[in-house]
């Protein structure tokens, strides 16, 4: 059974910085796109970022040169750098996969991962 795990969220004040880690695990033969969205309240889930397997990315506007995704490919882990946080980037982060587990590609999600940006 495939799970994914994230990690990193919290309280934080506006300006600062946090990292949120979504590890992968279970039968897991390859992994493509992986990325972030999130959920304000009472707002949609949106995009933040997402990752290739080969390492391309593509974020929202939102975020541009605040945030970066990375991932470890061999541990199956994404990553979310988040710099000079916003009051408006309050929200829960939810990690997201398309994975191969032998028999065919699906998309997982995360439990997701609270962050609140204090003014």
């Known amino acids: 059974q495939v799970q994914l795990v994230e990690s990193g969220g919290g309280l934080v004040q506006a300006g600062g910085s946090l990292r949120l880690s979504c590890a992968a695990s279970g039968s897991i033969f390859s992994s493509n796109a992986m990325g972030w969205y999130r959920q304000a309240p009472g707002k949609q889930r949106e995009l933040v970022a997402k990752?290739?397997?080969?390492?391309?990315?593509n974020d929202a506007d939102s975020v541009k040169a605040r945030f970066t995704i990375s991932r470890d490919n061999a541990k199956n882990t994404v990553y979310l750098q988040m710099n000079s946080l916003k009051p408006e980037d309050t929200a829960v982060y939810y990690c997201?996969?398309?994975?191969?587990?032998?028999?065919?590609?699906?998309?997982?999600w995360g439990q997701g991962t609270q962050v609140t940006v204090s003014s």
């Open positions: 990752i290739t397997s080969g390492g391309t990315t």
């Open positions: 997201a996969a398309n994975l191969w587990s032998g028999s065919s590609w699906s998309n997982y």
